[in-house]
Structure formats: structure tokens, C-alpha cells
């Protein structure tokens, strides 16, 4: 496929989170402190998940999905983040920008699909827990996995397949640390209004649907675990639950303030803030916020180190 802006651009120029050299330097020692947590978090969830029995159940299986998710995801974007911390020049050649926008928008288009389905786990364990086997059983926790990975990939394709088809007349300043189908679509000096409408209905089928799907889920466990005679048994639901919430909130919150609001009301540097939650937060807070709310894999993060 010939794209418009291929015989046109040979590079973009990022603007980074600051220009002070001062700043930049404490900003690559904060973030760089945060891409180790993110990799030692991360990758002791799915050690823990493939090294513990206890732990070989759907809800885990897609923890540790999660946990790769997010290894994926903050990789694509935090090493090239951090050099041009370090750089004067923070440029990024055409074909670079293009992988990084199609991977990182596919691994968090991924990972929206994978938290309802985690939800929908949640929901079917609380609601169902007599049928709870039967209905998420090996093969069927294999697909999913499998078809939010699918969705993700295949989403991301048509969208950045439609950015680079947007005339930018040579503009290649990006407000940004990294490459978003959002700000390289800001820098068309066309009319887009198609553009941007198949960006907010793909915005609607891979957040707004996924969310209020999710919403409903809880909605309907929180009904079942009121019915809970045992106190500690509320605790526990609560507990497991709660700390998908608190993902959920984090994620999709940040998602939706960058993806479904008008390019109009948009703010300079707002959206480079606001892709620091999804992209580099969220990774690092998910490992804590389920170990430190899950005695499971306290547990057997406790026995791995006694071996």
C-alpha cells in the first residue's frame, strides 16, 4: 500500500516532557527507577503463575496474560523514552514511528479487551462458583486469551493504516514522547472529520463497550457478594475484586481522557501527561496492586523464595 506522507517524511521530532537538561536527567532517573519495578514486578507474577500449582487457575491464567501485557506494552514505549531523556535531538525516523504507534496501540487496545475478560471471570466465579469449572474451562481461557490479543492487533492495524494516510504537508513536530496515532493524526493539514469518526466508533467498540461491560459485571457481583452469609467470604470477593477496580479505574480512566475527547479541547502537553497513567503507570501499579491484595500469591511468592 502506498501511504501519502512515506515520499514525504523521513522522521518526526519529539518536543519529550521537558527541554530543561536539569529536568530531563531527574526525569530519566525517576522513570528508569520505574521500567525496573515495571520488569521485576511484572515478570515475577508470571514466574509465580507458571511456577505454582495453586496458582493454575483462569484468574491467574489471566494475571499472568496481564502481566506479559504490560511487559509488551511499557517496553515499546519506555526504553525509547528514556534516551531521549538524554538526548538533545529527540528524533525518531518514519518507520520506527510507525512500529511503535501500531505496537503500542495494539498491546493496549489488548489489554482493554483482556480486562473485561477478566471481569467477566470475576463475574462468572462469584455468580456461577457450581459451574464456574465447567464454563471457564482450559480451552475456552485459551481463546480468550487468544482474541483479545487478535482484537487489539487487528483494531490497531485499520487506525494506524488511516493515520498514515493523513496528509501532514511536512509538519513532523510531535508534542509527545512517543509516537500516538492521536498527535501524528493532529499534525493533518486536511479535512479529517471521516477520520476522526472512525476513530471515535473504534474508540466506542474497543473502551466505551469493554468498560460498560465490565461495569455491569460488578454490578451484578456486588449484588451476589452481599448475599454472602459468611463475613470473611465477603472480604475475600471484595478483596479479589476490588483490586481489578482499581486497575480498571486507573486504565481505562487515562484511556478515555486521551482517546474520546475532542482534538479540539485539547490542551498543549496535556496528552504526553495523560499517556504517562496508561502507559507507564498502570504497568507499574498492576504487580502491587494484586500482590499486595492477594494472599495467594503472597503465598507462593513466600514459597518460591524457601526453594
Known amino acids: 500500500m502506498h501511504l501519502k506522507n512515506e515520499t514525504i517524511l523521513k522522521k518526526f521530532i519529539f518536543l519529550g516532557l521537558s527541554s530543561d537538561p536539569k529536568t530531563q536527567v531527574a526525569l530519566f532517573i525517576i522513570f528508569t527507577s520505574v521500567y525496573t519495578i515495571i520488569l521485576i514486578g511484572n515478570f515475577l507474577i508470571i514466574v509465580l503463575v507458571l511456577t505454582d500449582a495453586n496458582l493454575h487457575t483462569p484468574m491467574y491464567f489471566f494475571l499472568s496474560n496481564l502481566s506479559f501485557l504490560?511487559?509488551?506494552?511499557?517496553?515499546?514505549?519506555?526504553?525509547?523514552?528514556?534516551?531521549?531523556?538524554?538526548?538533545v535531538n529527540k528524533v525518531i525516523s518514519y518507520s520506527e514511528c510507525v512500529a511503535q504507534m501500531y505496537i503500542?496501540?495494539?498491546?493496549?487496545?489488548?489489554?482493554?479487551?483482556?480486562?473485561?475478560?477478566?471481569?467477566?471471570?470475576?463475574?462468572?466465579?462469584?455468580?456461577?462458583?457450581?459451574?464456574?469449572?465447567?464454563?471457564?474451562s482450559k480451552m475456552v481461557c485459551v481463546r480468550l486469551a487468544v482474541g483479545t490479543w487478535m482484537c487489539g492487533f487487528f483494531l490497531s492495524a485499520s487506525l494506524v493504516t488511516l493515520t498514515l494516510n493523513v496528509n501532514t504537508c511536512g509538519h513532523n513536530v510531535i508534542n509527545h514522547f512517543l509516537c500516538e496515532v492521536t498527535e501524528v493524526l493532529?499534525?493533518?493539514?486536511?479535512?479529517?472529520?471521516?477520520v476522526e469518526l472512525i476513530f471515535y466508533i473504534v474508540g466506542i467498540i474497543v473502551l466505551l463497550i469493554p468498560?460498560?461491560?465490565i461495569v455491569i459485571s460488578y454490578v451484578n457481583i456486588i449484588q451476589n457478594?452481599?448475599?454472602?452469609?459468611?463475613?470473611?467470604?465477603?472480604?475475600?470477593?471484595f478483596s479479589t475484586c476490588g483490586s481489578h477496580t482499581m486497575v480498571v479505574a486507573i486504565f481505562y480512566g487515562s484511556a478515555m481522557a486521551s482517546y474520546m475527547k475532542p482534538r479540539s479541547s485539547s490542551l498543549p502537553g496535556t496528552d504526553k501527561v495523560i499517556a504517562i497513567f496508561y502507559a507507564i503507570v498502570t504497568p507499574m501499579l498492576n504487580p502491587m496492586i494484586y500482590t499486595l491484595?492477594?494472599?495467594?500469591?503472597?503465598?507462593?511468592f513466600v514459597k518460591l523464595l524457601r526453594k
Open 70 to 87: 504490560d511487559l509488551c506494552f511499557s517496553t515499546s514505549t519506555l526504553p525509547r523514552m528514556l534516551k531521549d531523556l538524554l538526548s
Open 104 to 136: 503500542s496501540l495494539s498491546l493496549g487496545a489488548s489489554e482493554c479487551a483482556l480486562l473485561a475478560v477478566m471481569a467477566y471471570d470475576r463475574y462468572v466465579a462469584i455468580c456461577y462458583p457450581l459451574h464456574y469449572t465447567t464454563i471457564m
Open 225 to 237: 457478594i452481599l448475599k454472602i452469609a459468611s463475613s470473611s467470604g465477603r472480604r475475600k470477593a
Open 186 to 194: 493532529s499534525l493533518g493539514c486536511e479535512n479529517i472529520i471521516i
Open 211 to 213: 468498560v460498560t461491560f
Open 293 to 300: 491484595r492477594n494472599n495467594d500469591v503472597k503465598a507462593a
